[in-house]
């Protein structure tokens, strides 16, 4: 049985991705910073959970350890600073460590597992707004962390283990907590193309960036 890692599993499209990898026979760990919220969430999703804290690195080795091998990472946690990048330069420093600089280290400590087992998938969750196809939008530091997030699905490929896929998605505007309550899409929609990279996406898909299934440009 495959088992996945959802990073900010414990509510809205992390919740979303979890619970339909779990309704398809996975064996799910759901990342969490908030050791209560982490608790509670994995007991309704009926799986594992281990704390997981993206802005506190010395979390990463330890959580990895107790999550046991990956065979799916789904690096989905976010945040969202809308403050201006000249006026709280540290909001984008965090958005930079939570969005990118904390997905490629625990990518990094999948890999020995995924490249010994010859295969792996990582979807990252990215976001429309990290894209400069399409103005690279959105406040403060959250698009350039995500179109930093893009570049690295879109180069890490020539770096990877043999089997080994990575890609990004967007998930739309999606009602929860960060999307707020006027978004139309529900979380089951947003994590629809992440559950599909992870699971029914060709083998030999990677390094490319999907929006309800179909490729999109960067």
């Not at 990463?60 to 046991?68: E, Q, R």
């Not at 295969?119 to 959250?142: C, F, K």
């Not at 570049?151 to 080994?164: I, N």
């Amino acid at each position: 049985m495959a088992r996945a890692l959802v990073t900010g599993g414990n509510r809205g499209i992390g919740y979303a991705v979890a619970q339909g990898l779990l309704a398809r026979g996975v064996e799910v760990v759901i990342g969490a910073r908030d050791a209560q919220a982490g608790a509670a969430a994995a007991q309704d999703l009926g799986c594992a959970w281990v704390q997981l804290d993206l802005e506190a690195p010395e979390t990463f080795a330890p959580a990895m350890a107790a999550a046991g091998p990956v065979d799916i990472l789904i690096n989905n946690a976010g945040i969202l600073i809308e403050d201006s990048m000249i006026a709280n330069p540290d909001g984008l420093r965090r958005s930079m460590q939570v969005m990118f600089h904390a997905p490629f280290e625990l990518i990094l400590l999948c890999l020995p597992h995924m490249a010994q087992a010859g295969q792996g998938r990582i979807i990252n969750v990215s976001s429309g707004w990290g894209a400069y196809d399409e103005g690279m939008e959105g406040p403060g530091g959250y698009g350039v962390a995500k179109a930093a997030l893009n570049a690295l699905s879109h180069t890490l490929p020539r770096d990877l283990p043999q089997g080994v896929t990575i890609n990004a998605m967007c998930p739309g505007w999606v009602h929860t907590r960060m999307g707020g309550q006027a978004a139309p899409r529900t979380p089951d929609e947003g994590a629809d193309t992440a559950i599909w990279l992870a699971l029914v996406a060709p083998g030999d898909l990677t390094g490319k960036f999907f929006r309800n299934r179909r490729e999109m440009a960067w």
